[in-house]
């Protein structure tokens, strides 16, 4: 073996991880290489000063901070912000400009429906009765043994909440959306954070089911 | 929901970011800085990182925060004590001046050291040095073969060692 070779299996010889024949070959050649003994030493000081060196703690206030930024960056983005700060503008101009552009969107969005003076019917549901039934018992059981699941043990079960994810299929997804929608809700978070109100509300009424 | 499982997640690994990012520059609070910097990227990505990859994923993410700090702030400078400047003395024997492989050494001194190797070195010094953390999941965090994440672990203990044996004239401190 020489120095060179040495080299790649200097980490695995010192931890002990080499195969015995390796590690014959390796003291072998650290019998009659002064020059790697010595590195051996010095990289074995080296290792046990570093480790040596204590973890610190991270202070309270990074997590404070960040909850904060997280917060204000809600608020910015919220459309009742918006909507408030359009209020506030000063340019009666720009505001007479979009209100106008928003009447005249609604009036065309509404020509386009109106048909010889009757009104269409809304568009029926994509899914029947039957369907969102369905689709709501296997959101309230999944969703439920998660949290009966947290609740009796205390851990945020990830591999849970992943596999109740998964489990909501994706025409369940879209009937929840459907149901959200109905309410006047605003679908613009991820699922999962629209599912609490009516998943509560589920739960409360079928609280016996597990 | 999600913000149960983000505080869930930050109480877990809040001090693996912070003593890499700390080990990394040497300084306290940029520490904090980075630190702040990947719990919130951690935040907008929550949904998309599973759950078996979340040490993996911060690690990778608290390296390119920290290169891309360490960048922008051009160099540290290797005069810095960090943050207290106080020289706190592991060992002292006064024999150490006769054989180097003996020689104990202050923990600033180390963290300088640390702090002026190579940035994949430096890295892989911190990952398994300090945090212990397995070779697999190193070789994840910086994508690279099993075997070189050892060679260069050695090499980076090795630029330490060279590092150190410049900087000690005096082995003996006295509290």
Redesign the interface.
């Known amino acids: 073996m020489t120095c060179q070779t040495f080299?790649?299996y200097?980490?695995?010889y010192l931890e002990g991880t080499l195969s015995s024949e390796l590690m014959r070959d390796a003291e072998a050649h650290l019998h009659q290489c002064r020059q790697c003994r010595?590195?051996l030493?010095?990289?074995?000081?080296?290792?046990a000063?570093?480790?040596?060196?204590t973890?610190?703690?991270?202070?309270d206030?990074?997590?404070d901070?960040?909850l904060i930024?997280?917060e204000q960056d809600r608020q910015r983005f919220s459309w009742r912000t918006r909507f408030q700060a359009w209020c506030r503008a000063e340019n009666a101009l720009w505001k007479m400009g979009t209100t106008a552009a928003a009447a005249f969107l609604i009036l065309a969005v509404a020509a386009l429906f109106y048909q010889g003076g009757e009104i269409p019917s809304r568009q029926p549901l994509q899914y029947s009765a039957e369907e969102v039934e369905e689709a709501r018992r296997d959101i309230e059981l999944t969703l439920a043994y998660v949290n009966l699941y947290t609740q009796k043990t205390g851990h945020?079960v990830?591999?849970q909440?992943?596999a109740a994810h998964s489990a909501v299929t994706q025409p369940v997804q879209n009937t929840l959306r459907l149901q959200l929608r109905s309410t006047g809700k605003a679908v613009t978070q991820?699922l999962?954070?629209n599912?609490?109100e009516p998943v509560n509300s589920l739960l409360h009424k079928y609280g016996g089911i597990l | 929901?999600?913000t149960?499982?983000f505080?869930?997640l930050?109480k877990q690994h809040?001090?693996q970011?912070?003593?890499q990012a700390?080990?990394f520059t040497n300084s306290?609070e940029d520490a904090?800085d980075i630190?702040?910097e990947v719990?919130?990227k951690l935040?907008h990505h929550l949904?998309s990182v599973?759950?078996k990859a979340v040490k993996s994923w911060l690690a990778r993410v608290t390296r390119n925060v920290c290169i891309d700090f360490s960048r922008k702030k051009r160099e540290y400078s290797l005069n810095e004590l960090g943050s207290g400047g106080q020289q706190r003395m592991?060992d002292c024997r006064d024999e150490a001046q006769a054989d180097?492989?003996?020689?104990?050494?202050s923990?600033d001194l180390?963290?300088q050291g640390?702090a002026s190797l190579p940035e994949t070195l430096r890295t892989i010094?911190i990952m398994r040095?300090?945090?212990d953390l397995p070779y697999a999941l190193i070789a994840e965090t910086m994508n690279l073969p099993l075997?070189t994440v050892?060679?260069y672990?050695?090499r980076g203990?090795?630029l330490?060692?060279q590092f150190?044996d410049e900087q000690v004239k005096e082995p003996v401190f006295k509290e």
């Open positions: 080299e790649q200097f980490v695995d010595a590195e030493a010095q990289q074995r000081n080296i290792s000063q570093i480790r040596r060196l973890e610190s703690q991270c202070p206030r990074v997590l901070s960040v930024r997280i945020i990830e591999q909440l992943a991820p999962e954070e599912m609490l | 929901m999600k149960l499982r505080k869930h930050v809040k001090n970011i912070y003593n700390y080990y306290k904090e630190s702040q719990l919130l935040w949904n599973k759950s592991i180097p492989a003996q020689l104990v050494i923990e180390i963290r640390i010094v040095e300090i945090q075997n050892k060679v672990l050695h203990r090795k330490l060692a150190l």
